[in-house]
C-alpha cells in the first residue's frame, strides 16, 4: 500500500502542469496556415493562421497531421509541411522589460506587452535572448510560451 501512495504521490509531484512529456514545441512555417479540425484536407478550417514563427504545442499525430495547441488554447490539425522548428516565443505577461543583459540589474531596452511574438537567438539558464520589433536582449523564460 505504501508503495502505491508513493508511486502517485511521486507521478503527481513531477508531472508538469503545462504540458507532458509527449508533447513538444514547433513554429509555423508560413504567413498563413490553415488550422482544421480534423487531421485531413477534407475537415473544415476553424482558424486562419497569419503569423510566421507562431509557436504552436504538438499533442498528437494522425499521419502528416499533427494535433496543436496555441497559446490561446485554441486546438486543431495542421499539416507537417506547415510546420518548422525555428525557435520563437509569445511574451505571456504583460509589461515584460527586456534587459541589455542576463542580469534585472543590466540597462532595460523596452517593455513588451502581452502577445509578442520574439525570435529566439539562444537560451541559457533562466533567459533568453530574443529578437523582436528591431530590439535585442533578454527575457526571463518563465514569461515566454514556445520553443526555447
Not at 10 to 35: A, C, G, H, M, W
Amino acid at each position: 500500500m505504501l508503495k502505491i501512495i508513493l508511486v502517485i504521490s511521486s507521478i503527481l509531484f513531477f508531472e508538469s502542469p503545462s504540458f507532458s512529456q509527449d508533447e513538444y514545441f514547433l513554429t509555423l512555417r508560413y504567413d498563413k496556415v490553415n488550422l482544421r479540425q480534423g487531421p485531413s484536407r477534407e475537415y473544415p478550417v476553424k482558424i486562419f493562421y497569419k503569423k510566421k514563427f507562431l509557436p504552436v504545442l504538438v499533442q498528437d499525430k494522425s499521419d502528416n497531421f499533427r494535433k496543436i495547441r496555441d497559446h490561446e488554447n485554441n486546438t486543431g490539425w495542421i499539416h507537417i509541411s506547415q510546420l518548422s522548428k525555428k525557435k520563437s516565443a509569445i511574451v505571456i505577461d504583460d509589461n515584460l522589460i527586456m534587459f541589455k543583459k542576463p542580469t534585472i540589474y543590466s540597462r532595460p531596452l523596452v517593455i513588451l506587452r502581452k502577445g509578442r511574438l520574439s525570435k529566439i537567438i539562444r537560451c541559457k539558464d533562466d533567459w533568453c535572448k530574443v529578437k523582436t520589433s528591431g530590439y535585442k536582449g533578454w527575457l526571463k523564460k518563465e514569461s515566454l510560451w514556445g520553443l526555447l
